[in-house]
């Protein structure tokens, strides 16, 4: 019984490690759509307060 304990260790690790290695190779979403939405809004007001300073 002592023996089957000892290759559980073992067998949980590799479980383990298969779970965390299938969550770390998991495809991400890629994208910049709302960090380009963002800094064309920052570019818009950017272009309004430069035009009003010039009046």
Do not use: C, H, N, Q
């Amino acid at each position: 019984m002592a023996a089957l304990a000892w290759l559980l260790i073992p067998f949980t690790a590799a479980v383990g490690a298969g779970l965390w290695g299938s969550w770390a190779a998991r495809s991400r979403r890629t994208g910049d759509g709302p960090e380009l939405a963002g800094y064309a809004r920052f570019r818009a007001a950017m272009e309004k307060s430069a035009s009003a300073a010039e009046r």
